[in-house]
């Protein structure tokens, strides 16, 4: 057997912590033998969580720290004032290769800031870039910037294109990436000068990593024809957080329609394993895990409202970025 | 009895084409007494059609012409090889003064094009916007722009809160217009400088069309909690589209989760009227009709796979934005 894989976690981030962290690492510890966890925070609380989850000694160490980032801290006061919270000691541990990822459900721009003082960018990549799963009616697409940048230019978004390829890859080991520029509309309109440049440099090169597909429209992004979605920061963000919306209300007209009389309300319980499927498939924790890419060991953030399979999902996605040599398969298609 | 409004109709452009077009001025000619419709486009093809759908003769005046824009034309070359197209000449009628609003489901970068070209500005509006309507939980939003300019600047972004709620209040006369800058997530990372000024400017000056509600992200537009959503054409297109594949894989996934099984068809069947009830509040029909503001005169586009009753919707778009005094709205609140 392998040297165990060490994942370092923030237990005390997001809500309801550390009792979904600990839960978390229990589900993922019962799956995945040859994971050991190095868990910070705060002993008091964590060590009965341990026992009530049933955690085996050998497969975790915890380092104490009663000090935590607040969920209202901002990214720079807890990096001035936090060296000794659990985020900053988490990261820690990787700047020191005592672990091999790091997860946190706690605050997203201090676990990026703390993360990009610790650790250090990819050789040749310019700017770290925000990425998360996003489901598609053929599997799972990779899409990105979702936020750290709000300004790209061209090196940037092919950056993103090697990055993202190369996180699908490490996800889904038999997947070809395909890689789109998220653009708008009709030909005369179609982008501005950045993208258009951008189209144009990975159109004449080849990459061996993955295949340019051109364009994607945002209509088209769960159709699944391409798995790697790339845009600046900005465009990246609304993107993402329209989806969530527009989800969110027809689940929510969904429901109302359901339980609207009493007879809907019985062939809803009829129908309630299918739709079960259906809740399934467009469950969050699924897909829970948003990947901070560019650095040189891999960050994950898990969802701050998530709960024990969500963040157990995170874990997974910590364990396969490392099997799937994430960062290696970066710099070798960087240069 | 006012004198009517008269609405010119591009008969040829979209699927299906005259006939969704006659059918839907049979439907609103019937429940809108005041409006008649000036309609051009081919005798041969129309003319049976409203004889069929029992248009009565005072209601309408068909003008003849066998040319047509094709959808697969460009905007500059049916501009320029036009001027006797069902298009050209719908438009040119507002021009002239014979119609007080156009409407075509046919191609969109030729409808403005050739907007454009005849109809005058608004004075001291610089760019023409694309605005739609948009469901939310509380009811309907204004969002624009939605891909004319892909490039704004601070005073673009002030006109299109002013047109967008100019079009609001002409729709829904009952509302008042609460206008939000679509923008992203956190503190940090909140916007570029072109938005800041803009937040800035509105802040600063109190509107009596409408009030100023700050920034919304993405997945809070179907709240409901604003009701007129601010974007550059990029951005705005970019939401659009991304909520449209959201739902269409929202609800294809639900189709499928819903006939997997025998005992699951027969519950939704039970369900038929509850769903039917869903289905309906997220039917694009009802709010089918794009509107370019900006102009003089107020031009819809009709999409181009609607059917009747979406046409008749797009009808009662043109008409409500003439009674609803929208272009007089505009003019008395940008100066």
Redesign the interface.
């Known amino acids: 057997m392998n040297n165990p894989i060490i994942i370092a976690i923030d237990a005390m981030g997001g809500d309801n912590s550390p009792d979904k962290v600990i839960k978390g690492v229990s589900l993922h510890s019962s799956v995945s033998l040859n994971v050991n966890y190095k868990i910070f925070g705060d002993k008091d609380l964590i060590t009965p969580l341990i026992k009530k989850y049933n955690i085996p000694n050998k497969r975790f160490e915890l380092v104490h720290t009663h000090k935590i980032v607040q969920a209202e801290d901002?990214?720079?006061s807890a990096a001035k004032r936090g060296k000794d919270t659990s985020l900053w000691l988490a990261v820690e541990s990787l700047k020191n290769d005592e672990a091999h990822a790091v997860v946190s459900a706690g605050n997203?721009?201090a676990l990026f800031l703390i993360s990009k003082l610790n650790l250090k960018m990819i050789e040749n990549i310019d700017k770290p870039a925000l990425s998360a799963l996003w489901?598609?009616?053929k599997g799972m697409n990779v899409v990105l910037d979702l936020?750290a940048n709000?300004?790209c230019n061209t090196k940037n978004l092919i950056d993103f294109s090697i990055m993202g390829s190369a996180l699908l890859k490490a996800l889904f080991e038999n997947l070809r990436p395909k890689v789109a520029l998220?653009n708008?509309?009709?030909?005369?309109?179609k982008?501005?000068a950045m993208i258009k440049d951008t189209y144009q440099l990975l159109s004449e090169k080849k990459y061996s990593l993955f295949d340019f597909e051109g364009y994607i429209?945002?209509?088209?992004?769960?159709?699944g024809d391409v798995n790697v979605i790339v845009?600046d920061?900005?465009?990246g963000?609304?993107?993402?957080?329209?989806?969530?919306?527009?989800?969110?209300?027809?689940?929510?007209?969904?429901k109302?329609?359901?339980t609207?009389?009493l007879?809907?309300k019985?062939?809803?319980f009829?129908?309630f394993?299918?739709?079960n499927?259906?809740k399934k498939?467009?469950d969050p924790r699924l897909y829970n895990g948003a990947i901070l890419l560019g650095l040189n060991k891999p960050v994950i953030k898990s969802h701050g409202s998530t709960d024990s399979i969500g963040f157990a999902n995170s874990l997974k996605v910590c364990e396969k970025t490392i099997r799937g040599k994430l960062i290696d398969s970066i710099k070798d298609s960087i240069n």
């Open positions: 901002t990214a720079l997203t721009g489901p598609s009616k936020g709000i300004e998220l708008i509309g009709s030909e005369e309109l982008g501005n429209e945002g209509n088209n992004i769960m159709e845009a920061g900005f465009t963000n609304i993107a993402l957080k329209t989806a969530e919306g527009t989800s969110n209300f027809i689940i929510s007209e969904l109302k329609a359901l609207s009389n007879i809907s019985f062939s809803s009829v129908n394993t299918n739709l499927n259906f498939k467009l």
